[in-house]
């Protein structure tokens, strides 16, 4: 969950996604570890995932993801 929303209501939200990127790095650091990972968005979530997947090949000792998945299609509680 995003920072400031459901489990992590006691965070702060993030006012830019400047902010969010550091945010998402730092906890992506200490989950990823070497291993191989890929990132996926849905609608917005795509665009959040491709910049976080920029900004950790950028900014971090992390290498990038393996791969980027985006979805554009309704999801699964929009299908009949």
Do not use: N
């Not at 200490?30 to 291993?35: E, F, I, K, S």
């Not at 609608?43 to 910049?51: P, Q, T």
């Amino acid at each position: 969950h995003w920072p400031g929303h459901t489990t992590r209501a006691a965070e702060g939200g993030c006012k830019t996604l400047s902010e969010a990127s550091a945010k998402f790095i730092a906890d992506a650091m200490a989950l990823l570890g070497a291993g191989p990972y890929a990132f996926v968005g849905q609608c917005v979530g795509a665009y959040y995932a491709y910049r976080f997947a920029v900004a950790i090949a950028r900014e971090a000792a992390l290498r990038p993801p393996s791969a980027l998945v985006a979805i554009a299609c309704p999801g699964p509680a929009h299908m009949g």
